[in-house]
C-alpha cells in the first residue's frame, strides 16, 4: 500500500511563501491524480489543487494565481508553491493520492500553515 509522508508546512507572515512536499512511497500501480487539501479549525476539508497522471490541474478559485502545484514523477512526488499567503490559508493541509482503480484515496499526516503577522 502507498504510505504518504508531508513536509514544508511552518509560519509564514502574509505575503510570504512556502513549499509543500507530499512523497509517495510503497507499492505505487497507478497513480491518477495527486492534489491537496486544507482544514482550518471548524471548517469543512476542501480542495485546494490537484494534478492529474496527465499533468492536468485544477485550483480552489481562492487560490488560483497564487498557489502552483507540481510533481515529480520519478520520485512520486506532489508540490505545493504557496505564494502571496493570507491569514486565510491557515489551515492543515492534507495530501491526497488516488490511484486508478482502488476505491479509498490515501492521506498524508497533515502539515500545519499558519499565515500570521
Known amino acids: 500500500q502507498a504510505q504518504l509522508v508531508e513536509s514544508g508546512g511552518g509560519l509564514v507572515q502574509p505575503g510570504g511563501s512556502l513549499r509543500l512536499s507530499c512523497v509517495a512511497s510503497?507499492?505505487?500501480?497507478?497513480?491518477?491524480?495527486m492534489g491537496w487539501y486544507r482544514q482550518a479549525p471548524g471548517k469543512e476539508r476542501e480542495l485546494v489543487a490537484s494534478i492529474s497522471s496527465g499533468g492536468s490541474t485544477n485550483y480552489a478559485d481562492s487560490v488560483k494565481g497564487r498557489f502552483t502545484i507540481s510533481r515529480d514523477n520519478a520520485k512520486n512526488a506532489v508540490y505545493l508553491q504557496m505564494n502571496s499567503l493570507k491569514p486565510e490559508d491557515t489551515a492543515v493541509y492534507y495530501c491526497?493520492?488516488?490511484?486508478?482503480?482502488?476505491?479509498?484515496?490515501?492521506w498524508g499526516q497533515g502539515t500545519q500553515v499558519t499565515v500570521s503577522s
Open positions: 491526497n493520492l488516488k490511484i486508478m482503480f482502488v476505491k479509498d484515496d490515501y
Open positions: 510503497g507499492r505505487i500501480f497507478r497513480i491518477s491524480a
